[in-house]
């Protein structure tokens, strides 16, 4: 039977985009069966208008009842994981809107796909340290660390917590531009000095790293985008997808071979 104004798979995308507590709805039936009651208290819509959607929803073969209760159909969990999907990916995306461009280009290997089921955290003006929060929270809970592009602007932010977790037996291996070990001499020699004397730190500078940087953890990888004058870090994006760890290892290998490479400890 053909639901009365549905006529095309965008004629039901559309209908379950039109009010917000349409997809939300399905896709918390597929969590388990629910009260009515339940899902009206779930979406703060009317009695009336939950009641309305569940017929709806019945009419498409998307849920049945179950005694007091709805249950979703294969049918309507079908379709409620692909909407899951786009919310995420939509959300994903209105982070990233404004900030994208900071993050390594498709000719690296990167691609947006891989910020799907991403952590994005992006600096604004009323919290601009949120990027720099977010990753002392990865660093804290890993054992090892190898980072490639960490720049001053997340050095300075990030360089007590850094240092205190390198002592504390965090392996650690950094591959940072030459402008780094210029900040390290002139800001925090002793700091560093104390890091590289516990044997836990390999620090190395490689002129011309692309205007981003990659960590390594033990279960996630970051991105940190700076903005174009690299002063401040803008945005982190960090996953456990296994596509973007395989482009972190490579890009960090690729790193690593470059030449010349020179120890820290020998500069200074």
Request: proline share 5%; glycine share 4%.
């Amino acid at each position: 039977m053909e639901v009365s104004g549905t006529k095309t798979p965008i004629d039901d995308i559309a209908y379950l985009a039109r009010s917000e507590h349409r997809a939300p709805t399905l896709i918390a039936l597929t969590v388990r069966p629910r009260s009515r009651s339940e899902l009206w208290e779930m979406t703060g819509v009317s009695e009336s208008t939950i009641r309305r959607t569940l017929s709806e929803f019945e009419d498409r073969d998307w849920v049945y009842r179950d005694g007091y209760q709805y249950a979703v159909t294969q049918l309507g969990a079908f379709v409620a994981s692909a909407m899951a999907d786009v919310i995420d990916r939509v959300e994903t995306e209105q982070k990233l809107r404004n900030v994208w461009r900071l993050l390594p280009g498709e000719e690296s290997g990167f691609t947006i796909d891989m910020c799907s089921d991403a952590t994005v955290t992006v600096a604004d003006p009323e919290d601009p340290s949120r990027p720099i929060t977010r990753f002392c929270s990865l660093i804290e809970e890993t054992d090892r660390l190898r980072f490639t592009g960490l720049d001053v602007a997340m050095l300075d932010s990030c360089k007590n917590e850094l240092c205190r977790r390198v002592i504390d037996g965090m392996e650690t291996e950094l591959i940072n531009p030459p402008r780094v070990a210029d900040y390290i001499r002139s800001d925090c020699p002793d700091l560093f000095s104390e890091a590289l004397e516990s044997g836990n730190l390999d620090v190395r500078l490689h002129d011309g790293l692309p205007p981003f940087g990659v960590s390594i953890c033990d279960d996630r990888i970051a991105i940190t985008g700076y903005d174009t004058e690299g002063v401040t870090v803008r945005v982190l994006v960090d996953t456990d997808a296994t596509d973007a760890r395989e482009w972190a290892e490579s890009t960090f290998a690729s790193h690593r071979r470059k030449t010349p490479t020179l120890p820290l400890e020998n500069d200074l």
